[in-house]
């Protein structure tokens, strides 16, 4: 048995509004929620048992899956009591379960083709106590950058380096395999950052590896990030993977136009209306002639209207005529 604790405690600031009424793993990415495309993908590697590590309310995940199961996982559920960061959550989530064994962790933003038993393989056949996935990016300026002796060993994390400075171009990808010996490195009852506290202590030691991979990898933690995952399966850039545009089950005008865009089931897009690179979320409606571009949408969008860079939350609305861009309707900034 290989167990996995995934990281969804966060309550989605960055992609407000459209996290104010649907928690962020279960935003739909290409039709199918982010938490289940991920443990798909865990599933695949061999994960079998997969803890979610929450930081509020089960009740919508315990709905999604009633039957306790997620693409063939056992689902487990880990609420904590108050805010613990990244390491403090790892440690509450494997101790309530029940973990002490070789496990794997996964940042439920992301979304990874990823060949998790490959992972694992690395992390045992080198003797790691913590093993990193790394991908590299093109400026590695905005990100933490890992340093790595030529065995794969960890030598340092430079944060956010200088553009020139930087020791390579590979980032933490947000997957790892850790031993439950790191459990016991991790104070309990408070926050603990396992990015800027745990993995520090154990590169010092010797004990930290990283295995940098070319995989499709995507955060999809911020709106326009989370529109190009779901462009990605349209447009068809994520290798051996996919998804139709319109569900079978959206309402589309026959005079409606909608180009490399998701149009999600329980849509509405009335006649003449033009979707363009967006993603169209249940319960929207789209009016009459209007355009839409580069957006997300959750609520109403009035006839005529054109809205363009923007996100529209499931209480969002866009008037009749209202020509809009790079907007977020509700204001994110509300309590």
Known sequence: MMRAVVLVGGIGTRLRPLTYS???????????????????????????????????????????????????????????????DTAGAIRFAA??????????????????????SALVDFHRSHGAEATLHLIAVDDPSAFGVVALDDDGRVRRFVEKPAA??????????????????????????????????????????????????DDYWIDTGMPDLYLAANLDLVSGRRSGQSCVGVHPAASVHPTALVERSVVAAGTCVANDARVVDSVVLAGATIGAGSCLSRSVVMGRIGAGATVHDSVIGADGAVADGEHIAHQRRPDPARP
């Open 95 to 116: 101790e309530a379960v029940g973990i002490d064994d070789t496990f794997v962790v996964a940042n439920g933003d992301v979304l990874t083709d990823l060949d998790i």
């Open 164 to 213: 020139g400075t930087e020791p390579s171009n590979l980032i933490n990808a947000g997957t790892y395999v850790l031993e439950a010996s790191v459990l016991g490195r991790i104070p309990t009852g408070r926050k603990v950052s396992i990015e800027r506290s745990t993995f520090p202590a154990i590169v010092a030691e010797g004990l930290a590896y990283a295995y940098a991979t």
């Open 22 to 84: 649907v928690p962020k793993p279960m935003l739909p990415v290409g039709h199918v929620s982010i938490i289940e495309r991920l443990i798909t993908n865990l599933v695949g590697g061999g994960v079998t048992d997969v803890t979610l590590a929450l930081g509020f309310k089960p009740e919508p995940f315990i709905e999604a899956f009633p039957d306790g199961t997620c693409a063939g996982a056992q689902l487990r559920y880990a609420v904590e009591p108050e805010p613990l």
